[in-house]
């Protein structure tokens, strides 16, 4: 037994011996008897354990009301054990109660293809100003014929 494994076990399980792990309990006992630190931390843990037993939590009826009104409506709102896509969909679809604050969301969800297809039309090349053939061979066909008509005036 050493001095972090005799700390572990009294912070987890507080200066009571008979609370600590029965396999670790004569060892644990023999090592707070002979280490002056094992000593004072046993007193502190028994002087938290002394304040822990005077506490009482307040038996409210409001305490409780309120605890009750929080879990119905984590259920009423499916927050509780909701998988991805239905946690995504309840972050894009606007609040139909609170549609100042979450109108932008489905808004940002629609500029998003947007700007993907802004993007690949920007990297993708394309030259507008090459010609194919057949306008090459009319092009030129007007040419000649509009300088000859040039020339002879």
């Known amino acids: 037994m050493n001095l972090e494994r005799f700390t572990l076990i009294v912070e987890s399980y507080g200066a009571d011996s008979q609370q600590w792990p029965g396999d670790e309990r004569v060892e644990a006992l ?3 008897r002979t280490s002056s630190d094992a000593m004072s931390l046993l007193d502190q843990a028994a002087e938290l354990d002394q304040h822990l037993a005077l506490f009482e939590l307040p038996n409210s009826e409001l305490s409780v009301q309120r605890i009750e009104m929080g879990i119905l409506s984590a259920l009423k709102q499916g927050t ?3 998988g991805r896509l239905e946690r995504l969909l309840n972050w894009v679809l606007p609040d139909f109660d609170d549609l100042a604050h979450t109108l932008w ?7 998003v293809p947007l700007l993907f297809g802004v993007a690949i039309g920007l990297m993708l090349t394309n030259n507008t100003y090459e010609l194919s053939s057949d306008e090459e061979l009319s092009l030129l066909a007007f040419t000649d014929t509009v300088s000859e ?3 002879n005036e």
């Open 30 to 32: 023999e090592f707070s």
């Open 80 to 82: 509780l054990k909701q």
């Open 105 to 111: 969301r489905p808004v940002l969800v629609a500029c």
């Open 149 to 151: 008509e040039w020339s």
